[in-house]
């Protein structure tokens, strides 16, 4: 039972260990957040291998939906839900504090998720760029 314990321990600091080296990773991205279909139209239409090429739109269909959705308006709404919970006698700090711990816990997942795709997505770029063949050959 130990035994067990400790594994599930283990896991549970590895997970919160890459998530946290997640959320502070660098975001130099070597290629922009475009479909794989615009990149192929911008160099020109080469041949590129089917697989790869489906590899790619797939993940880019994958595209993650960031959580506050586009836009100020989420956050908007974290503020104004912010700010009532204020006028909530007595216990509104407390409820606040919990709101804002949710929210922020939110946006650090909205993060990682979409750094964890965007990583996923230009491996597979890489992959349709190593396969790409000049149309004139």
């Known amino acids: 039972m ?7 321990r283990l896991q549970t600091v590895n997970m ?9 990773s660098e975001h130099e991205w070597r290629f922009p957040e475009i479909a794989p279909w615009q990149i192929q139209r911008a160099l020109g239409h080469p041949i590129v291998d089917h697989s790869e090429r489906v590899r ?23 503020i104004t839900i912010s700010v009532l919970l204020l006028l ?11 709101w804002l711990l949710s929210c922020l816990l939110l946006v650090a997942f909205d993060v ?21 063949r000049s149309v004139d050959r």
């Open 16 to 24: 919160s260990s890459n998530f946290w080296n997640d959320f502070h």
């Open 112 to 132: 990682v998720r979409n750094v964890r795709w965007r990583r996923d997505y230009e491996s597979s770029l890489r992959r349709m760029f190593r396969t790409m």
């Open 88 to 98: 909530v006698p007595h216990i509104g700090i407390f409820l606040d504090a919990i």
């Open 56 to 78: 790619a739109e797939w993940m880019w269909k994958r595209r993650p939906d960031p959580i506050m959705g586009e836009g100020a308006f989420g956050y908007i709404l974290i």
């Open 2 to 8: 130990a035994e067990l314990f400790l594994q599930v």
